[in-house]
């Protein structure tokens, strides 16, 4: 069983950061990719970023490329996503997720369904 929990959401203006963390029971980081969701409102779930300690893949989607940065905090047994100049279409619901069954690698682009484990989620409103 597989527990993630991200923190570190809030409001924020424009051009702002903010960063978030994922924290996972044991050592769930050792063996599975760690991907982050968002999910604006009125709208569906979208991938933004992903990180794997096995391989080292990782990939950034396109909206967020440049202004994002997810890394692996060791000490504190989490991995981040740095979010600076926010915009306000980045106000979402941002979610952590990972894949017990084939998620070493990192693949962009797959369906939401083939993650079986995913936190609660944590807002995060860019807002002037």
């Known amino acids: 069983q597989v527990h993630l929990v991200e923190s570190g959401g809030g409001s924020v203006q424009p051009g702002g950061s903010l960063r978030l963390s994922c924290e996972a029971s044991g050592s769930t980081f050792n063996y599975y990719a760690i991907y982050w969701f968002r999910q604006p409102p009125g709208k569906e779930r979208e991938e933004v970023s992903c990180?794997?300690?096995?391989?080292?893949?990782?990939f950034y989607a396109d909206s967020v490329r440049g202004r994002f940065s997810i890394s692996r905090d060791n000490a504190k047994n989490t991995v981040d996503l740095q979010m600076n100049s926010l915009k306000p279409e980045d106000t979402a619901v941002y979610y952590c997720?990972?894949?017990?069954?084939?998620?070493?690698?990192?693949?962009?682009?797959?369906?939401?369904?083939?993650?079986?484990?995913w936190g609660q989620g944590t807002q995060v409103t860019v807002s002037s």
């Open positions: 990180l794997s300690n096995v391989d080292s893949s990782t």
């Open positions: 997720a990972t894949d017990t069954l084939f998620g070493s690698s990192c693949l962009q682009g797959r369906p939401i369904s083939e993650l079986d484990y």
